[in-house]
């Protein structure tokens, strides 16, 4: 029945638990497959599966996902902070399965379908941050960080008004972020500093992450699209200026980084040799406008599509900043002129 990686061969028609037919797939991540359904034991209402791959790691990965969404819903039983619903769980040929509410698309796919390099439009953006960041109080709430927020993990409904933040297969209990650094914590794209630092992590990582995925949503493009941490450090320096030396100081994995005087050190290749050297880095220096980018090619803005854009570079230079003790916090963030102001008041 599996493949020779673990993954369930699902097939269109088959059913599972002897209630829900197969109709469609969604998507494939690391830890399983995604399959679309009809449920009979409910007035054949549309459900998502997520069939976990049948190894150890998957499955132990996969029960802590469920206690993470079980916590999560319990303590939302209104459904008003966006998390993913859980409907049951059940176990299938060695499989452990998690029915989950049926959504369309994730963030990624509603990218590449209508906003391919030139992003979603403001009003979409300025209503999926707020979901977000509600969903990130929630989570605190909760005690819990998800560690791997990014387009693909956040789904929308059919009509695309409303968001969920899904995929709990990395989240972490608070208590967790005392076990020391993983610097491979949340996809590269989205991972804070601190992570790639060795600091100790904290519900900031999540709040790193959305202001990411809010960027690329509303711009088309990655902002930090490192191909490795090193990378990912020097990107950083290059939006927000030179690495501010406590936070460089306390990270276990400074060395990597810094020279003694906490000058950035960047790996460079040598295109010949393909030999690799570093390169100390003194008088770092910022070079992007983030306004800038998030205007973009965009020409007819009105004045008040100007002010939003403006207050969004306020609440994303906020979240991106480097200290993860001087960054905005959730409840600052939900209260941000860009999130609070409607668009359409003058
Ligand atoms: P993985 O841990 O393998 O990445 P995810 O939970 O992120 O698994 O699910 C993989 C993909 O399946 C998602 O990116 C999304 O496209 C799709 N998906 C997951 N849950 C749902 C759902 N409830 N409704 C629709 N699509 C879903
Ligand atoms: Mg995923």
Redesign the pocket.
Known sequence: WDDHEGYYRVRVGETLDRRYSVFGF???????N?V?ARDAGSDNALV?I?IIRNNDLMRKTGMKELQMLKRLNEADKEDRFHC?RLRRDFEHKGHLCMV???????L??LLQKYGRDVGLHLSAVHSYSKQLLLALRHLKKCQIIHSDIKP??I?VDENKTTLKL??F?SALDISETSEGPTPYLVSRFYRAPEIILGVKVDYGIDLWSVAVTIFEIFTGKILFPGKTNNDMMKLFCELKGRFPKKVAKSGAFRQSYFDDQYNLLHVVKDKVTEKEKLVVLKNVTVERDLLRELIGKQQNLSPTEHRKVGQLRDLLDRALTLDPAKRIGIGEALRHAFIVESLNSA
């Open positions: 969604t998507g494939q991540g690391v830890f399983s995604v679309r998502a997520k993913l989950f509410e049926h959504l369309g698309m994730n990624r796919e693909d993990n789904l899904c995929d297969g």
